[in-house]
């Protein structure tokens, strides 16, 4: 019975889950290519997932989950930088490994670094905001309450990863995905655990994916890069447990040991806290 019930459970929370985030990048849709727009309707897509998000916890989870941020979290500008750092750090980090062991090349073009910033924050600013939103504190705020920890994460994780199935085209790129996916919700996860609040999440998220989008920093694949690219890097390997597959190098082994010892270290952190 308690399979059908974690089944009941998660089927309704993937359906919730996947509704606000998708309800979000619809409204974003409409904006097109303008950066105004897209700044504009950005705006009123994360207005909407959250009074989504919050809605569902008053009146189907009857205010059941944590609020967004614990009394023992300061969302403070010291502990935005502290974050914000830990994110650049790790990202940097994978960037440079595949940069190194790919034998990769770097060339910098003149485009102009505040814009391709602007777009690159505003293109991170939705799925760091939702996910951590959807994911970290609504799902698996749901299911930590009636299931363990290690396997409320794996659910979230498994359903986190195959969410970005629609990005690769092989079975090869759906595993690097899947197994990299995993591994960097269960960070998130362990950030939420450690610090009791979801904004740490959300600033490390943004950060990641500004320079983890393929806008700013562009992993080159050949073919020409758009306007808002500044750092193009070529990779010269053949190897996909350096470059990532298709996906990129969010999925390269570099990028996975990071997640799993980054969440270690912030595991190993709250239990000789606690």
Known sequence: MWFLSLLFTVLSL?????????????????????????????????LFVVTMASLTNRYVYHNALPQ??????????????????FGFALVMLSILLSYLFGGGELSITHASLVDAFY?????????GVTEELCFRWLFYGVLRRQYNKILSATVV???????????VSTTKDMIFLFVSGLSVNYLFCAIYERTGSIWPGIIFHVV???????NLIHFSD??????????????????ELVSGGGFGFESS??????????????????????
């Open 157 to 167: 994780g498994i359903v986190f990863a195959l969410l970005h199935f629609n990005q």
């Open 222 to 239: 050949g073919s020409q890069p758009d306007e808002h690219n500044v750092f193009i890097i070529t990779l010269h390997t053949q190897n």
């Open 14 to 46: 993937c359906y919730l889950s996947i509704s606000i985030n998708f309800s979000g990048l619809y409204i974003i849709s409409l904006a097109g290519d303008n950066l105004a727009s897209l700044s504009v309707f950005t705006f009123f897509a994360l």
């Open 253 to 274: 082994i570099f990028s996975i040991a990071i997640y799993l010892l980054a969440m270690l270290a912030i595991l190993h952190g709250y239990r000789k806290e606690a």
């Open 208 to 214: 990641w994916d500004i320079l983890s989008l393929n």
């Open 68 to 85: 967004l941020n614990s009394n023992h979290f300061a969302l403070t500008i010291k502990s935005i930088y502290l974050w914000s750092f």
């Open 119 to 127: 777009y690159s924050f505003i293109m991170a600013l939705f799925p």
